[in-house]
């Protein structure tokens, strides 16, 4: 029997676990050629559209060595046939598939499946509870500008409530002994998301003035049934814009997981700012997930 190390949070991983995935990724991206999941069987479960994640998955156990399937939800039983999801990953490790890769919009979806494989399952993202690979992403890009996360103070700006990002990347910022303050209004923040490290902020423009780096979120609109605030109000409050940027201390940077909305979480002069890293983490999404998938299958080496 394979041994059942999976990915479905960040929680799930100690501290020298992510400096472990990190470095592997930097190894990996300055010598990409590593085939190190020669053969191993991999699929791809994606029940939510997805570009950046998908891709960068496809990519990444391909550029190791992997046999890969993408299964959409029109070519499993279980959309039509009564199967459950239980039922089809006992039915996909039975035919040698040693990795499952799921994205899907039910928070602990992935974590059905990880009980019933028999093999590594990595969350692509779960409803508004986890991304943790969009997470060691931003890691990743936080670690690489300033060496070290302990002492830093990052900005998560936004709909916290309903980010798998956000969720995930605060166990990974704390875990590396950053500090996080979660800006956003009440809708979107409330106390009961304070804790050890993680201060709650409604003032933005005071944050801007103190922060090493600031993560910017989209509204998810597909998440409300009614907006609790306009548009109006967001912007004027929450909006990164070229009079904020000015105020911000000059090493900041700025990470979004994307896709970003011009207009809402920011306005164009982001895009040109001098910190503004968004493709860097888009570019470190490949040798994350190469890290992250050879870590599970051999564990450390």
Request: glycine content about 8%; charged content about 25%.
């Amino acid at each position: 029997m394979r041994v059942r190390r999976s990915l479905l949070d960040l929680d799930d991983l100690s501290a020298s676990d992510l400096h472990y995935i990190l470095d592997y990724a930097g190894r990996i991206e300055a010598s990409p050629d590593s085939r190190t999941l020669d053969g191993v069987a991999c699929a791809n479960l994606f029940f939510e559209q997805s570009t950046r994640t998908f891709a960068s998955f496809n990519l990444a156990q391909l550029r190791l060595g992997a046999h890969v399937v993408n299964l959409s939800p029109k070519d499993l039983s279980l959309a039509t046939k009564g199967e459950t999801i239980e039922d089809t990953v006992i039915t996909l490790a039975a035919m040698g598939f040693s990795v499952l890769v799921v994205r899907h919009g039910e928070a602990g979806f992935p974590g059905r499946v990880a009980r019933a494989f028999d093999g590594h399952v990595v969350n692509a993202g779960d409803g508004g509870r986890a991304h943790p690979t969009q997470a060691l992403l931003d890691l990743y890009t936080l670690r690489a500008e300033f060496g070290a996360l302990a002492g830093r103070r990052v900005a998560i700006v936004g709909d916290i409530a309903h980010s798998r990002v956000a969720h995930s990347l605060i166990h990974g910022i704390r875990r590396l002994e950053g500090q996080v303050t979660l800006v956003g209004p009440q809708a979107f923040v409330t106390q009961a998301d304070a804790g050890d490290g993680v201060s709650i902020s409604r003032d933005f423009d005071a944050v801007l003035k103190e922060v090493d780096a600031v993560v910017l979120l989209r509204i998810q609109h597909e998440r409300f049934d009614k907006m609790p605030l306009t548009m109006d109000e967001y912007t004027r409050n929450f909006q990164l814009n070229a009079q904020r940027l000015a105020t911000m201390r000059k090493h900041a940077i700025i990470l979004h997981p994307g896709p970003y909305n011009r207009g809402v979480e920011l306005d164009e002069s982001v895009l040109s700012y001098a910190g503004w890293r968004y493709a860097r983490q888009v570019a470190a999404g490949v040798p994350i997930r190469m890290a992250v998938l050879d870590f599970l299958v051999h564990g450390k080496r």
